[in-house]
């Protein structure tokens, strides 16, 4: 059985489709204010999410050097060529609430 966390299950619009809901989630709150950090803590509530999965979503982006680490606290950085084009894709993708035209799965 599938575990959705706190919020339930997505909605299956495009963007949460691409990314997976907590990580659109997690991109979204990171990318309102490009470059301001947040604890780890604080991201995970403002995503809706757990600390672990929030550690995961920043462990990935890592070798990329997307995410800027300051003391404790995590940010996208605006000078980064992926954290920038990770802040447009938000953009672009924020708002709209399209949902997914996919056919429903049928029950065997």
């Not at 990314?19 to 979204?28: A, F, I, N, V």
């Not at 990770?86 to 993708?93: E, G, N, P, V, W």
Request: aromatic share 6%; with cysteine; hydrophobic share 40%.
């Amino acid at each position: 059985m599938p575990n959705y966390g706190p919020t339930g299950r997505s909605s299956d619009t495009v963007a949460e489709w691409l990314l997976g809901d907590r990580k659109w989630r997690l991109l979204t709150v990171l990318a309102r204010r490009p470059g301001r950090a947040f604890r780890v803590d604080q991201l995970a509530t403002r995503a809706g999410c757990a600390e672990p999965t929030a550690y995961e979503f920043l462990r990935a982006l890592r070798p990329t050097n997307a995410i800027r680490r300051t003391d404790a606290s995590y940010a996208l950085d605006p000078e980064n060529d992926l954290a920038d084009a990770l802040i447009a894709l938000t953009r672009a993708l924020s708002g709209r609430r399209e949902l997914l035209d996919k056919p429903s799965r049928l029950q065997h």
